[in-house]
Protein backbone atom coordinates (compact mmCIF):
# COMPACT_ATOMS: atom_id res chain seq x y z
CA UNK A 1 0.00 0.00 0.00
CA UNK A 2 1.34 3.27 -0.91
CA UNK A 3 -0.06 6.82 0.38
CA UNK A 4 1.06 10.32 -0.04
CA UNK A 5 1.55 12.97 2.71
CA UNK A 6 2.41 16.59 2.34
CA UNK A 7 5.90 18.00 4.59
CA UNK A 8 6.58 21.51 4.77
CA UNK A 9 9.99 20.70 2.50
CA UNK A 10 8.91 17.68 0.05
CA UNK A 11 6.13 15.47 -0.79
CA UNK A 12 7.40 12.34 0.08
CA UNK A 13 6.08 8.56 -1.01
CA UNK A 14 5.40 6.20 2.09
CA UNK A 15 4.57 2.67 2.58
CA UNK A 16 4.45 0.26 5.03
CA UNK A 17 6.63 -2.70 5.61
CA UNK A 18 5.22 -5.57 3.72
CA UNK A 19 6.07 -8.36 6.47
CA UNK A 20 8.28 -9.07 9.13
CA UNK A 21 10.61 -11.17 7.57
CA UNK A 22 11.98 -8.33 5.41
CA UNK A 23 15.36 -6.82 5.95
CA UNK A 24 14.97 -4.50 9.21
CA UNK A 25 17.75 -2.65 8.80
CA UNK A 26 16.86 1.24 8.48
CA UNK A 27 18.15 4.43 8.93
CA UNK A 28 16.70 7.57 11.48
CA UNK A 29 17.50 10.86 10.05
CA UNK A 30 17.53 12.86 13.39
CA UNK A 31 16.87 16.61 13.56
CA UNK A 32 17.41 18.76 17.26
CA UNK A 33 17.82 21.90 18.29
CA UNK A 34 20.39 21.48 20.71
CA UNK A 35 18.91 22.62 24.29
CA UNK A 36 15.70 22.24 23.58
CA UNK A 37 14.08 18.68 23.89
CA UNK A 38 10.97 19.69 22.19
CA UNK A 39 12.57 20.78 19.08
CA UNK A 40 13.15 17.34 17.98
CA UNK A 41 12.06 15.12 14.71
CA UNK A 42 13.24 11.37 13.87
CA UNK A 43 11.86 10.32 10.67
CA UNK A 44 12.68 6.43 9.25
CA UNK A 45 13.92 5.99 6.16
CA UNK A 46 15.01 2.13 4.48
CA UNK A 47 17.63 3.64 2.39
CA UNK A 48 21.29 5.21 3.73
CA UNK A 49 21.26 6.82 0.21
CA UNK A 50 17.53 8.33 1.13
CA UNK A 51 18.41 9.61 4.48
CA UNK A 52 21.72 11.17 3.35
CA UNK A 53 20.42 13.13 0.41
CA UNK A 54 17.15 14.15 2.83
CA UNK A 55 19.58 14.87 5.43
CA UNK A 56 21.95 17.29 3.35
CA UNK A 57 18.60 18.77 1.54
CA UNK A 58 17.10 19.83 4.85
CA UNK A 59 20.66 20.90 6.81
CA UNK A 60 20.79 23.38 3.68
CA UNK A 61 17.22 24.22 3.58
CA UNK A 62 17.14 25.57 7.39
CA UNK A 63 20.30 27.29 6.99
CA UNK A 64 18.90 28.96 4.34
CA UNK A 65 15.66 30.14 5.95
CA UNK A 66 17.32 30.51 9.17
CA UNK A 67 20.29 33.03 7.78
CA UNK A 68 22.55 30.50 9.12
CA UNK A 69 25.87 28.56 7.65
CA UNK A 70 26.11 24.56 7.61
CA UNK A 71 29.00 22.46 9.05
CA UNK A 72 29.88 19.04 7.89
CA UNK A 73 30.55 17.28 11.63
CA UNK A 74 33.59 14.47 11.80
CA UNK A 75 32.85 11.27 11.91
CA UNK A 76 30.16 9.31 9.51
CA UNK A 77 28.58 10.98 6.80
CA UNK A 78 25.34 12.53 7.15
CA UNK A 79 25.97 14.66 10.14
CA UNK A 80 25.54 18.42 10.04
CA UNK A 81 25.42 21.29 12.56
CA UNK A 82 23.53 24.75 11.17
CA UNK A 83 24.70 27.63 13.38
CA UNK A 84 24.49 31.31 13.26
CA UNK A 85 28.76 30.85 14.47
CA UNK A 86 28.11 32.97 17.57
CA UNK A 87 29.08 31.55 20.73
CA UNK A 88 25.88 32.31 22.22
CA UNK A 89 24.25 29.95 19.37
CA UNK A 90 24.19 26.50 20.19
CA UNK A 91 22.89 25.47 16.87
CA UNK A 92 20.87 23.14 15.29
CA UNK A 93 22.25 18.89 14.21
CA UNK A 94 20.89 16.40 11.73
CA UNK A 95 22.27 13.00 12.07
CA UNK A 96 21.81 10.29 9.70
CA UNK A 97 21.53 6.98 12.04
CA UNK A 98 21.91 3.07 10.68
CA UNK A 99 19.73 1.42 13.12
CA UNK A 100 18.20 -2.45 13.24
CA UNK A 101 15.77 -2.50 15.93
CA UNK A 102 12.88 -4.58 14.99
CA UNK A 103 11.02 -1.90 17.71
CA UNK A 104 11.29 0.84 15.22
CA UNK A 105 10.09 -0.86 12.71
CA UNK A 106 6.98 -1.77 14.67
CA UNK A 107 6.20 1.91 15.37
CA UNK A 108 6.26 2.33 11.86
CA UNK A 109 3.04 0.77 11.28
CA UNK A 110 1.01 3.27 13.07
CA UNK A 111 3.19 6.18 11.88
CA UNK A 112 4.80 5.61 8.63
CA UNK A 113 8.12 4.55 6.99
CA UNK A 114 9.73 6.21 3.59
CA UNK A 115 11.11 3.68 1.55
Not at 60 to 86: D, F, K, M, N, Q
Amino acid sequence: MTLIASTDETTKVLERPASPERQSRHYHVIENTVGNPQGYRDDLFRSRRRALEVARSRAHWLATVAGCRVESLLGPAGRYLITTGRPSDAGHMIAVEECDDDACLDIGYDSLVES
